[in-house]
């Protein structure tokens, strides 16, 4: 092979690679809730847990089950472009349950995920509105304002005053593939964290019980987010609660300790027009 001949063959091939390069670029996507006014979105919750609870140090139950609840999402008022009121609707669907349970509970939420106030069923005492606002804040993922690629990663994170001070409840993120999911183009999402919430010193709204203590809930899970749609599709979870506190009823004091696994599938399964 003449020298001319292999120094074609090299401009040759460098161009080939050079052309291919060019035609690799990173994909990137924005990761925004999207309120559309007209649609409501219909979601299955399936859940199993195993719990035991103590008592003064001694254990009083062991309990396993699962269940089924079934909620929808809807707009119920657009206030700007980034941020919309949400009416979300729930329907416990267990078979064991005799007559079927319904709430609901409402949140102004931007479009990045933040919370930025939240409206309880009626029914909540103050007590348990503030347990789950602070739930629902440390839950929903605020997801970043830039495009992001894969494999980019984020932090949440929210401080949380207890009688001991303060500490803070962190959840990461990651994102680790574009694939479609249920006829969508998603994000799939890793995430693992802590939720940190004090529980309220009178739960039953009317003195008769009153409580310290505190929830620490461990979450690992993964979240198929369509990006083109603005919704979440598909969520998987494991969850590990300790509540631990004190319990005073009739002047008695008991020291209380609850350990539940959780694992969980939620699932986008219809949307419908108003």
């Known amino acids: 092979m003449t020298r001319r001949l292999i120094n074609r063959l090299l401009i040759v091939i460098a161009l080939v690679v050079v052309l291919s390069g060019c035609g690799e670029q990173t994909k990137k996507v924005r990761l925004a809730f999207k ?6 979105y219909h979601y299955t919750y399936d859940s199993k847990s195993s719990a035991v609870v103590n008592e003064n140090g001694e254990t009083t139950i062991t309990d396993e089950r699962s269940g089924r609840i079934l909620y929808s999402q809807e707009v119920t008022k657009t206030i700007d472009s980034n941020i919309s009121r949400l009416l979300f609707s729930y329907t416990r669907a267990d078979e064991e349950e005799k007559e079927q349970v319904k709430w609901t509970t409402g949140c102004i939420m931007a479009t990045d995920g933040k919370i930025i106030e939240f409206f309880p069923d009626s029914n909540l005492s103050d007590e348990s509105f503030k347990y789950y606002r602070r739930l629902f804040e440390q839950t929903a993922p605020i997801y970043p304002h830039e495009l992001v690629p894969e494999g980019y990663s984020w932090t949440n994170s929210y401080k949380v005053l207890l009688d001991e001070g303060m500490t803070e409840a962190t959840t990461s993120y990651k994102i680790k593939a574009f694939v479609r999911e249920a006829g969508y183009d998603c994000a799939v999402i890793e995430y693992k964290g802590n939720i940190v919430i004090p529980l309220g010193s009178n739960p ?17 899970g993964v979240s198929y987010f369509s990006y083109t749609e603005g919704i979440m599709i598909r969520q998987e979870e494991d969850s590990h609660l300790v509540r631990e506190g004190t319990q005073k009823k009739n002047k008695k004091t008991t020291s209380f300790k609850i350990d539940e696994d959780r694992n969980s599938l939620t699932r986008l399964v219809d949307i419908t027009h108003k």
């Open 204 to 220: 039953m709204g009317d003195g008769s019980v009153t409580v310290k203590g505190v929830d620490r809930i461990e979450v690992e």
């Open 35 to 40: 309120f559309p006014a007209d649609k409501v």
